[in-house]
């Protein structure tokens, strides 16, 4: 059985003027109440008049506007200010002079174009009625009007700080989707180059090496099939990803992890290069994302390794403790250097930037004696 809707939630979908139509009526009502006659805000000291018909006019000019106080705030202060100035020329006091403060806060807190224009033409209204009521009412000191006016103004003031901290969470919520935006680009950049690049640099390598086997037919038979194999994989690891992405997709999104290197390393020597892997201790129960960096940490080195030392011997020692996962991927010499897809840089600089949100430690150069070395600690059990 479904349970009915929330209150609130019925509340907050009806249209705004149904929503403040509210507070105008409790005012209303209010003055209405025998005991509250007269018991409003008296301002000018003009002498004290009995509810009459004409009171009941006012009175609907000083509340019902207040409905539209959000929707039209300069409709809403201009009619309750007619209604509040002929409540003290007549001297009724009624309760609902309240609501001019109201909408003066509501003016200064939704009204969006002409603010200057508007506290302008209010603060000239305001000088002739106190003159009327000064020469009318009954004495009271110029510094009442200052006063009076000064309460306004804080009215106006406050909304003008509502509007401007209520423009300044919005803004912040934009900086915050704006940067959430581009870290999820930063990591799909990432997730494409490291998926990609590497499967591509292997297909290419051994696209490169097949023309030499025209003579050979069984290996060319065989570096072929391997090329195909590797495009397969390539899919599929892209489907994933695009799994990543769109998780309403229906499969579930897989990690790579530091426990399945070897077929990655065997990917890598299918393709010609001749790779050397030792792995020492028991991964961590909980190493968070430090499982899926390692990877990608080897990955893009055997990547490099493919592109500028082809046919060198490269090295991969993992080794795993309570504490963090080290990595170290060596290159020998210069290789043969095959004419694969150059490197734009931005593999082992996105390596750095995952292994430093870790907390972790990241090296890449020149080896002493030639080569090549990345290094790599990764403090395990964190997530990012």
Avoid at 22 to 48: C, E, I, K, N
Avoid at 142 to 164: D, I
Avoid at 218 to 235: K, Q
Avoid at 268 to 284: N, S
């Amino acid at each position: 059985m479904t349970s009915p809707p929330r209150l609130p939630g019925q509340w907050r979908r009806l249209d705004v003027a149904l929503r403040d139509l509210p507070l105008g009526l409790l005012l209303l009502v209010a003055s209405l109440v025998p005991v509250l006659h007269s018991r409003g805000t008296q301002f000018g000291g003009m002498p004290a008049h009995s509810f009459d018909a004409p009171a009941a006019g006012v009175l609907a000019l000083e509340c019902l506007p207040l409905a539209v106080r959000r929707r039209w705030p300069v409709v809403c202060v201009a009619l309750v200010s007619l209604g509040f100035a002929a409540d003290q020329l007549r001297g009724y006091h009624l309760v609902a002079g309240v609501a001019l403060p109201i909408a003066l806060l509501s003016a200064g807190s939704y009204l969006e174009r002409h603010r200057r224009a508007v506290v302008l033409l209010l603060s000239a209204a305001y000088v002739p009625l106190s003159l009327v009521l000064l020469r009318f009412g009954t004495g009271e000191p110029p510094v009442e009007f200052v006063t009076f006016y000064l309460v306004l103004a804080f009215a106006w003031g406050a909304g003008a700080w509502l509007r401007s901290t209520r423009r300044a969470e919005a803004e912040r919520r934009r900086r915050v989707a704006e940067d959430t935006r581009a870290a999820e680009r930063t990591r799909i950049a990432r997730e494409l180059h490291d998926v990609v690049t590497h499967h591509v640099t292997a297909m290419v390598v051994q696209a490169e090496a097949a023309r030499y086997l025209t003579a050979s037919p069984e290996r060319l038979d065989r570096t072929l099939t391997t090329v195909s194999d590797t495009g397969r994989r390539a899919i599929t690891d892209l489907r994933h990803l695009l799994d990543l992405l769109n998780p309403g997709h229906g499969a579930e999104a897989r990690k790579p992890t530091v426990g399945k290197l070897l077929p990655l390393v065997e990917q890598t020597r299918r393709a010609g290069q001749t790779v050397e892997f030792t792995e020492e201790g028991t991964p961590a129960e909980s190493t968070g994302s430090a499982d899926l960096v390692a990877y990608r940490v080897v990955q893009e080195s055997l990547t490099n390794a493919l592109k500028h030392a082809q046919g060198s011997l490269t090295s991969v020692h993992v080794r795993h403790s309570e504490r963090e996962i080290s990595v170290e991927v060596s290159t020998d010499g210069p290789g043969t250097r095959a004419r694969g897809p150059g490197g734009s840089g931005r593999g082992l600089a996105g390596l750095r930037e995952r292994v430093d949100v870790l907390g972790g430690e990241f090296s890449a150069g020149p080896r002493t004696g030639g080569g090549f070395v990345v290094r790599a600690r990764i403090p395990s059990g964190s997530s990012a």
